[in-house]
Structures are given as C-alpha cells and as structure tokens.
C-alpha cells in the first residue's frame, strides 16, 4: 500500500448544508450526484460528502455504530495571518470555533473548528513544514 490518502469521506446527515458549507469556504464541487455524493478535489486527493445513512450500509454497520471519530483534519497554511482569515471565514459560513488560532507550545500557530456536521478541521501555520508552490503539506516541507 502506498503512503497516501486518496479519498476522504465524511458521513454527513445533511448533504446539501455540508455541501454548501465547503461552498462558502471558496471550495468547488467537481461532482454532485443525484445518490446524495458531493466531491471536492483537493490538492492530489479529493473529498468526499456522503449520506450517513448510506456510508454506514456500505460498510456494514448500523448508522449508530460510526460514532464520531477522535481526529481532525488539517489545513495548513503559510502564515498566521492565512490562518487567522480562515478561521474567519470557516465560522462566517457555520463553523463553531472550537479554538481560535493562537500560537502553540510546539512552535506554530493553530485553532481548530467544527463543521456544521460536527467534523474536526485545524487550521494551521507550521514554520518548520514549508508548503510547496502549490500548497501542498509535506512534514519537513518542501
């Protein structure tokens, strides 16, 4: 298996808020499928929004067996201030802001928010990780 993600999937209750959400973020849909699936392409990966419901099926759990994971997704950024614009705009478009950015113990300057369906995004400037031309995170960056 290669070291990669390529999909990832949030299970969401509400495809059509979510999606409008990610909209509101500056994000652009690629797809929107008459099955209820939302997909935004991201930098070498996409996203995907599917209906709770249906993930769980597919996977062959009941819907009360996917819980909410303890994990968040990251975004980073080049600079406090990209951060902090973000974080502006994440709770513009219904996030709550779980913890605003700020500078962190470990050198960078992170906060977190909840999306409307309750998924975890960080929104982070890390100086040791310079990101690519293109934006792209790499750990010891590019």
Do not use: C
């Not at 769980?56 to 997704?73: F, I, K, N, P, S």
């Not at 709550?96 to 992170?110: D, H, I, N, Q, R």
């Amino acid at each position: 298996m290669d070291q990669r993600v390529s999909l990832i999937t949030l299970a969401v209750h509400d495809i059509d808020r979510a999606a409008a959400f990610y909209a509101a973020l500056g994000w652009a849909e690629v797809q929107h499928l008459n099955e209820g699936i939302v997909v935004f392409d991201l930098l070498g990966q996409s996203l995907g929004l599917y209906p709770r419901a249906k993930l769980a099926e597919d996977m062959g759990l009941r819907e009360a067996e996917l819980g909410h994971g303890a994990m968040t997704l990251s975004h980073n950024v080049e600079s406090p201030a990209a951060a902090d614009a973000i974080m502006a705009k994440a709770e513009a478009a219904g996030a709550t802001v779980l913890s605003p950015a700020k500078e962190v113990f470990w050198g960078g300057y992170t906060g977190y928010f909840r999306d409307p369906e309750g998924h975890v995004w960080e929104v982070s400037h890390n100086p040791f990780s310079k990101l690519s031309p293109e934006g792209a995170f790499r750990w010891n960056g590019y």
